[in-house]
Every structure is written in structure tokens, then in C-alpha cells.
T-cell receptor, first 113, second 114 residues
Framework: QKEVEQDPGPLSVPEGAIVSLNCTYS??????FMWYRQYSRKGPELLMY????GNKEDGRFTAQVDKSSKYISLFIRDSQPSDSATYLC?????????????FGKGTKLSVKP | NAGVTQTPKFQVLKTGQSMTLQCAQD?????MYWYRQDPGMGLRLIYY???????DKGEVPNGYNVSRLNKREFSLRLESAAPSQTSVYFC?????????????FGPGTRLTVT
């Protein structure tokens, strides 16, 4: 079983839809969680990070962590064509090996006008 | 602030040639990383440097060497390029916040080995 599993998609939605992106993980030692957005032919860009179970909201984006189920989600409300990108989840162990993160393989999202 | 910069943006090599990918960050971060990204494989860590003067192997170090030249710069060298090293290479740096690390990535180098 891989440490982090992420459905690669592609996921195609109409503009204005609510998007749900998910990752599951197997290592209960993970303590902090991040979402990166990667536009085509660009580097990953840190979108959100959270340390605890529960929800964290930033504009149209909400990150949700359920440590008991080892499951994290990113919700995008009122999705826009500019949200079309690959979304990678990442997680790490606090105080762990020099800040190494474990990444999911990414979900490709396409928002159609 | 430029953040993390990488040079070159694109490179084509013949099998057996060598080259060095350059990375620099201006955010005063201690830790720096080199990844490769291949379709269907996600980001794979090649080498990392927790601080100036230290380097460690990641998941896929074979065929690569690194140098942490100073706090700002971390280079990746391919001594004898192979077609299997065709990939997109990303450099990242990170800052620690209360024991957790946020990584910031450069724009990438697209390398083709023929």
C-alpha cells in the first residue's frame, strides 16, 4: 500500500460547480497536510496547509482533514476555468526528517466555461 | 523576491553528456530539495540538503550528484546522462514553522536525453 493515494482523474466539471479532491494515507504519524496547485508546465504552488483535524477555509477553498479516517480533502466552491490545474496533496511528520514531504501523484482538474 | 529560480529552463543532452542544473533561493531558507516529475509517477525526491554543508539521498539518487554551494544555492549534476533521466526537474526550498515545513518550488527544468 502506498503511503499516499490520490485519484489521478482527470476530473472535468462545469464552471460554478463545487469540486472535491481527496487523498488517503496510511501513515498515522503524518501531522501536517498541504495542498499544492500546479498549472501546466509550471512548478507546484503552495495553496493551503493545515496541522489539525477539521476544516480550514481560504476564500473559495476549504481544506478538510480527518485524521481518524486518514483522509484529507480540498473543496473548491464556485469553480472557475482558472482553477484548471493539477492538485497535489502532501503531508509530513512534525519535526521529521529535514522537512521531507510525501506527495500524492496529483489529480488533474478541468473546469469548463 | 524572486523566490526559487532554476536554470536552464530547457535542455537537450545526448546520452553520456554531463550537465549541472542550478537552483537558487532568496528566502533565507535552510533546507533545499531536488525532485524529478514524470507522468504517472508524481514528484520523486532525488536529494535534499537540510542545511548548508549537508546533503542526503532521497528516493531516486542514482545517476545524480548534488552540491550545496552556500545557503542560497543547490546544484544537481548528471555525470553521464541516460534517456531514463528525461524528466522535469524541480528545485524547492523550505521554511520550518513550529516543526512543520512548507516547501516552495521553482519553475522547473525540462530535460530531454536522446
Amino acid at each position: 500500500q502506498k503511503e499516499v493515494e490520490q485519484d489521478p482523474g482527470p476530473l472535468s466539471v462545469p464552471e460554478g460547480a463545487i469540486v472535491s479532491l481527496n487523498c488517503t494515507y496510511s501513515n498515522s504519524a503524518f501531522q501536517y497536510f498541504m495542498w499544492y496547485r500546479q498549472y501546466s508546465r509550471k512548478g507546484p504552488e503552495l495553496l493551503m496547509y493545515t496541522y489539525s483535524s477539521g476544516n480550514k477555509e481560504d476564500g473559495r477553498f476549504t481544506a478538510q482533514v480527518d485524521k481518524s479516517s486518514k483522509y484529507i480533502s480540498l473543496f473548491i466552491r464556485d469553480s472557475q476555468p482558472s482553477d484548471s490545474a493539477t492538485y497535489l496533496c502532501a503531508m509530513g511528520v512534525r519535526g521529521g526528517s529535514q522537512g521531507n514531504l510525501i506527495f500524492g501523484k496529483g489529480t488533474k482538474l478541468s473546469v469548463k466555461p | 523576491n524572486a523566490g526559487v529560480t532554476q536554470t536552464p529552463k530547457f535542455q537537450v543532452l545526448k546520452t553520456g553528456q554531463s550537465m549541472t542544473l542550478q537552483c537558487a533561493q532568496d528566502m533565507n531558507h535552510n533546507s533545499m530539495y531536488w525532485y524529478r516529475q514524470d507522468p504517472g509517477m508524481g514528484l520523486r525526491l532525488i536529494y535534499y540538503s537540510a542545511s548548508e554543508g549537508t546533503t542526503d539521498k532521497g528516493e531516486v539518487p542514482n545517476g545524480y550528484n548534488v552540491s550545496r554551494l552556500n545557503k542560497r544555492e543547490f546544484s544537481l549534476r548528471l555525470e553521464s546522462a541516460a534517456p531514463s533521466q528525461t524528466s522535469v526537474y524541480f528545485c524547492a526550498s523550505s521554511v520550518s514553522r513550529q516543526g512543520s515545513y512548507e516547501q516552495y518550488f521553482g519553475p522547473g527544468t525540462r530535460l530531454t536525453v536522446t
